[in-house]
T-cell receptor, first 116, second 114 residues
Framework: AQTVTQSQPEMSVQEAETVTLSCTYD???????LFWYKQPPSRQMILVIRQEAYKQQNATENRFSVNFQKAAKSFSLKISDSQLGDAAMYFCAYRRRIQGAQKLVFGQGTRLTINP | KAGVTQTPRYLIKTRGQQVTLSCSPISGHRSVSWYQQTPGQGLQFLFE???????NKGNFPGRFSGRQFSNSRSEMNVSTLELGDSALYLC?????????????FGPGTRLTVL
């Protein structure tokens, strides 16, 4: 079974600075997807960024980028120029890359606080 | 396009009752998945439907059931409610059956069992 671990229950950062959230996962499969989802106080789960395991290039989305280390099974999220609106719970998630596999396996989450 | 909608947003029930939650996916989406979110257990997969068929089921007791209609709307039902069923129930939809699909989440239904 696949597992996802986020070792940082809480993180805080000053506005405009950079913060990195950690995630490790365990799987015996070679082809899969990794995701970072953001859940603000409204509880709406929002996709931040997605990484395909077969791609060596790290995904980026504006101020958000990942450091994907497949051999180490590590998938960290870097948020640059942090903004107050980035405050939320962040969840790392795994999904198999096969037909019909929609199940997401989530980590426990990291609560990110942005200090003005 | 309208996003994923879930009704009701909040629900209070007592132990032993049953409850039905509804999820309307994004127009054109055919896959709907359900998740339970609690402070202790985090986000756990309940089940997934595609074209009115349950394809995957998480490790939950038989009190948890669901179905999907021909218009892709989905309902989940919890019978004989227990205190531990208090949670945020999230549904997510995705377009097709492709491994490249991204799932989009609804705002959730907050269920409180007294």
């Amino acid at each position: 079974a696949q597992t996802v671990t986020q070792s940082q229950p809480e993180m805080s950062v000053q506005e405009a600075e950079t913060v990195t959230l950690s995630c490790t996962y365990d799987t015996s499969e070679s082809d899969y997807y990794l995701f970072w989802y953001k859940q603000p106080p409204s509880r709406q789960m929002i996709l931040v960024i997605r990484q395909e395991a077969y791609k060596q290039q790290n995904a980026t989305e504006n101020r958000f980028s990942v450091n994907f280390q497949k051999a180490a099974k590590s998938f960290s999220l870097k948020i640059s120029d942090s903004q107050l609106g980035d405050a939320a719970m962040y969840f790392c998630a795994y999904r198999r890359r096969i037909q019909g596999a929609q199940k997401l396996v989530f980590g426990q989450g990291t609560r990110l606080t942005i200090n003005p | 396009k309208a996003g994923v909608t879930q009704t009701p947003r909040y629900l209070i029930k007592t132990r032993g009752q049953q409850v039905t939650l509804s999820c309307s996916p994004i127009s054109g989406h055919r896959s709907v998945s359900w998740y339970q979110q609690t402070p202790g257990q985090g986000l756990q997969f309940l089940f997934e439907y595609f074209s009115e068929t349950q394809r995957n089921k998480g490790n939950f007791p038989g009190r948890f059931s669901g179905r999907q209609f021909s218009n892709s709307r989905s309902e989940m039902n919890v019978s004989t409610l227990e205190l531990g069923d208090s949670a945020l129930y999230l549904c997510a939809s995705s377009p097709w059956d492709s491994p490249t699909d991204t799932q989009y989440f609804g705002p959730g239904t907050r269920l409180t069992v007294l």
